[in-house]
């Protein structure tokens, strides 16, 4: 069974950056395509970024350009360095299987951009 623990999170300003990691337990790790969602308060988890077992990346239209997603498969980790962050970038972040999740949800990262 895979676990899966983000970190990287905090308080940015408007038009900064961050760097999110999710490292992921278990040898299965490099088969999957992987994702990073999000969720605000009252509303559904949404898939931003995923990439595939081979690295072929897909980005939801509100982080095109801004947001990019990697992995290190001999580290079992995948990353998602987001820049020119906005307000409304502001969520928990969870990485999970993509497009269809998986396995055992973590306990997110939350990202709060604000002045």
């Known amino acids: 069974q895979v676990q899966l623990v983000e970190s990287g999170g905090g308080l940015v300003q408007p038009g900064g950056s961050l760097r999110l990691s999710c490292a992921a337990s278990?040898?299965?790790?490099?088969?999957?395509?992987m994702g990073w969602y999000r969720q605000v308060p009252g509303k559904q988890r949404e898939l931003v970024a995923r990439i595939t077992s081979s690295g072929i990346t897909y980005y939801a239209d509100s982080v095109k350009g801004r947001f990019f997603v990697s992995r290190d498969n001999a580290r079992n980790t995948v990353y998602l360095q987001m820049n020119s962050l906005k307000p409304e970038d502001t969520a928990v972040y969870y990485c999970?299987?993509?497009?269809?999740?998986?396995?055992?949800w973590g306990q997110g990262t939350q990202v709060t951009v604000s002045s």
């Open positions: 999970n299987s993509a497009p269809s999740w998986n396995f055992p």
């Open positions: 278990g040898s299965m790790f490099s088969i999957f395509d």
